[in-house]
């Protein structure tokens, strides 16, 4: 066999395993609706103070064992870095919060909406913050989802305050997190570790009091809180390892896996009303991400491959 055909056959056999990386990934993060509805019996502050140690403590061990731990106290002797994962990690907090908060209240399919929106999100923050230029589609797949956040305001009857905080949490997030240029999983690390602290001292105070469920709520509950970290982790590690071999557009499409997902669940396994307040609020925002991706997806195709280190 050839040198040029064996390269050919590494290629495809490593676009194989990206996209069998983020399509786990993907799946992963799907199913954290169904996840978390599990613990709806535990307070969803308490979910995310065990998400922060757990996932804390995995990424330490992961990090160890692969070897990038030089990079991990890099970060935490640099006062400016610390800064910036300090604000990241309020962000994402909040975010995971938020989230915790919808599942755990019915409100999946809100929460949904935020994720469909996050990425037109994106693109203003880009505009507002990094003075990006903003195509002609794109201001009108914005605008789209403008309006469909404002259909559902005035037909459902009022402002879908979780999408929004998903939207821009996250959107925000990944703003502050690219201009600090930290890589994925040990900028998590960071974030985690830093707030490990406050989360532990909540746990303790939650005993103290008798109110902890973690041991006294039954060995499910347990093992579902432990692995909330492993779970959190995860699927970010399989989405760095699929974004090194898999090209943007594949990536792009793929990511709407995640909220299409959530809004099954919401529908049909959990039964949340579906009205036609919704389906119009839908619509647009679903309009306005066709009208994206179709300019995403032919710019990623003329694009180099991007990397995401994870160490």
Wanted: hydrophobic share 50%; net charge positive.
């Amino acid at each position: 066999m050839s040198p040029i055909v064996q390269g050919d056959d590494e290629r495809e056999a490593s676009a194989r395993s990206g996209v069998l990386m983020g399509l786990a990934a993907y799946t992963m993060w799907t199913s954290f609706p169904l996840y978390f509805k599990f613990l709806d019996h535990v307070a969803p502050i308490e979910i995310l103070a065990h998400r922060i140690v757990w996932c804390s403590f995995f990424l330490l061990v992961f990090i160890g064992v692969t070897g990038a731990g030089g990079v991990l106290s890099g970060l935490f002797s640099s006062g400016r870095s610390l800064l910036t994962l300090l604000a990241t990690a309020l962000l994402v907090s909040t975010n995971w919060f938020t989230f915790i908060y919808a599942v755990t209240t019915d409100k999946v399919l809100e929460s949904s909406l935020g994720y469909y929106i996050n990425p037109l999100v994106s693109i203003l923050l880009a505009a507002i913050f990094l003075r990006e230029r903003t195509t002609v589609r794109q201001k009108i797949s914005i605008g789209l989802a403008a309006l469909g956040v404002g259909v559902q305001t005035v037909i459902v009857g009022r402002l879908p305050v979780i999408s929004l905080i998903l939207a821009f949490t996250f959107g925000l997030y990944g703003l502050v997190r690219k201009a600090a240029k930290v890589p994925a999983v040990t900028g998590l690390a960071v974030e985690t570790t830093l707030l490990s602290p406050v989360a532990l001292a909540y746990l303790f105070w939650l005993r103290s009091h008798g109110e902890l469920s973690f041991l006294t709520a039954g060995k499910g509950t347990d093992i579902l809180l432990s692995f909330s970290g492993i779970l959190t982790a995860t699927p970010l590690i399989l989405y760095g390892g699929a974004l090194n071999r898999v090209r943007l557009s594949t990536m792009g499409i793929m990511q709407y896996v995640v909220p299409t997902g959530h809004f099954a669940w919401a529908v049909f396994a959990f039964g949340e009303p579906f009205t036609v307040g919704h389906l119009a609020s839908f619509g647009f925002i679903w309009a306005g991400l066709i009208l994206y991706s179709s300019e995403s997806l032919g710019r990623s195709r003329n694009a180099p491959q991007a990397n995401l280190r994870i160490g």
